[in-house]
């Protein structure tokens, strides 16, 4: 009976906000197409570690992500760049590299390069408080296994907010050093993962050491130049699973697909909401 009441409940919130949902995302397309500017307009540049959900990002907002046909969950490990744009629009306008780090020197060097000289009009930093996709079949197989599962666990999501702090130091310098009009968003995901340690997770990304390098990095730019947001989100309700399916961690008790949804609406919003101070003169 409880399910039925949250999916109908889930039914109805959509149902009321079915035009202005419909319209947000028209104006999301128009803009991830380039509709009414130049050829030439700048694409949109998505970085982060291996594992936390790159891919799937790139592809909801492109359109080509479906919630309902797509399995929940699947992780392959990124070999090359990826390139997405709309189905019906010409182009590249989304760029997502490799996260892992023996990929990055292959992958990002010449992109920050051309992020600093003005070739991307925006980049969308994607983390998971730590909670990186594994691609292997057996956990106890990771060198940070030593014997105890929970505390493996815990050494893993230190380790991947580590990497996370990595990836972020090594792309700031870029965006500091861009020519143009640009914007930094960073949205953490698999929200379904952490929802009971919300309150921690917001420090750490709005005060603690992820907001301090940014900060420092970038607390001087002008605010007309440069624009910086914060979204957290789930693009999928999944376990932390290794690729066998080993559970390391279930999805929250309590996150169901109406935070799921709303979550997604709010990504949408903070997106727009770049899109419109972008054309901001």
Known sequence: MADEETGWRIVNWVWDRREAIGQLIGNLRDWFSGKGKPESTPGILILGPGGVGKTTLARFLSGRYDLL????????????????????????????????????????????????????????????????????????????????????????????????????????????LCKNKVWLLTVVGKQDLWWPDQAEVDRHYREGEYAVAIAEALGSSDPRKCQRELAFTSLVISNFTTLSGEKLKLNASGYDQAHQIQSLRRLLETVDALRQWEERA
Do not use: C
């Open 69 to 176: 046909l797509d399995p929940p969950g699947l992780y392959n490990e990124d070999l090359g760049i990826e390139e997405f744009t709309l189905k019906d629009a010409p182009g590249v306008e989304v760029v997502v590299p490799p996260g892992q780090r023996h990929r990055r020197d292959a992958t990002w060097s010449d992109l920050l390069n051309d992020l600093a000289a003005g070739a991307y009009r925006g980049v969308i930093v994607v983390t998971a408080f730590g909670h990186h996709s594994i691609p292997l079949p057996n956990y106890k197989d990771h060198k940070l296994y030593q014997g105890n599962k929970p505390e493996f666990l815990q050494s893993l999501l230190s380790a991947g907010r580590a990497d996370e702090m990595e990836a972020l130091l090594r792309l700031l310098p870029a965006v500091r």
